[in-house]
C-alpha cells in the first residue's frame, strides 16, 4: 500500500473517532482548525512575526471525511502583502477502505496578518 502523491504537505492527520459527528463523518470544524495550522505552517516561511489568522474564503466541503482516513493539508502562497500573506490550502483524504483512491476535500484561501508586540498589524 503506498501513498498516493510525491508531493510533501505542510501537515498530515490520521482521522480518530473523537472527531466524529453523529452522522459519523469528521466534523467540518475539525478539519477548518486543521486547515489554519496548515496555512500558518506555509505562512511562517514568509516571516518571524507573530501572524493571527484573519479570514478564511469560501470552504465548500465536497467530500466526506471518515474515521481512519489520512487527510493531507497542501499549502501554497498565493498573496504576500505589506502586512499579510495569504495561503491557499488544498484538502485530500486517503480512504483507510479499500479501494484507498484518494479524494479531494476542500480547499480554502486563508489570510494571516502580521502582528507587532501589542497585537497591531506590522509589516512583514
Do not use: C
Request: charged letters at 20%; hydrophobic letters at 45%.
Amino acid at each position: 500500500m503506498t501513498e498516493p502523491d510525491p508531493l510533501q504537505p505542510a501537515i498530515r492527520v490520521v482521522m480518530m473517532p473523537r472527531d466524529t459527528n453523529p452522522m459519523g463523518t469528521i466534523f467540518g470544524g475539525i478539519i477548518l482548525s486543521h486547515i489554519d495550522v496548515a496555512g500558518a505552517v506555509e505562512a511562517r516561511k514568509h516571516s518571524e512575526k507573530m501572524l493571527a489568522s484573519v479570514a478564511m474564503h469560501e470552504v465548500q466541503f465536497i467530500a466526506p471525511v471518515f474515521v481512519g482516513d489520512l487527510v493531507s493539508f497542501y499549502t501554497e502562497t498565493i498573496k504576500i502583502g505589506r502586512t499579510s500573506i495569504t495561503v491557499r490550502v488544498t484538502v485530500d483524504a486517503w480512504r483507510r477502505q479499500a479501494p484507498h483512491e484518494t479524494v479531494r476535500v476542500t480547499q480554502a484561501e486563508v489570510v494571516y496578518v502580521a502582528l507587532d508586540a501589542p497585537g497591531h498589524s506590522a509589516p512583514l
